[in-house]
């Protein structure tokens, strides 16, 4: 299988310590096979396995056309469910036909020289306590976002500097 010009999504996981401490907050699910367990292997999506007819021990090839994924195979040793991807794809995108064609995961091993961030999960402090229809609850969830797009604003400076 060879990709090219699909958008896809790529997550870096370490996935024995930050899954046995409980820190993801939508950790994908195995439902067959297991978590990457080394730098060549990654666990896709059952939505993108169906759709695709891909099975436990399929290669997946990339090629970015850059020095981080230039031609790099990957062992499927997993498949996994994620409520991030409950409808199959998550978001829009620019390019393609505007869904996610593959979500994998792959050890934070892959890329241990990334310190860049594309998707951020927040907890709000109790939140859950408070009626998700109530004034108390958007009060709540509104003062967080507005702190972290202040935050965004702060780190997005701080990245453009860095690699400036």
Known sequence: MTW??????????????E???????????????????NQTSCVVLRSFA???????????????GGDLLSEIAFTVTGIAESVEFASGDRQANTSGDSTIA???????????QADVYTDVLVRVKDADKADTFSKAYNEKIDSAKQK?????????????????
């Open 4 to 17: 090219c010009n699909y958008p896809i999504r790529i997550y870096a996981v370490d996935f024995e310590t």
């Open 19 to 37: 899954m046995a401490s409980g820190k993801l907050l939508s950790a994908p699910v195995i439902v067959e096979g297991t978590y990457p367990i």
């Open 50 to 64: 169906l759709k695709n007819d891909v099975k436990i021990g399929d290669k997946i090839y990339l090629n970015s």
């Open 102 to 112: 593959l979500a994998m995961y792959v050890s934070r091993s892959v890329y241990p």
């Open 148 to 164: 972290l797009e202040k935050l965004a604003k702060e780190r997005e400076k701080a990245r453009e500097e860095s690699i400036t």
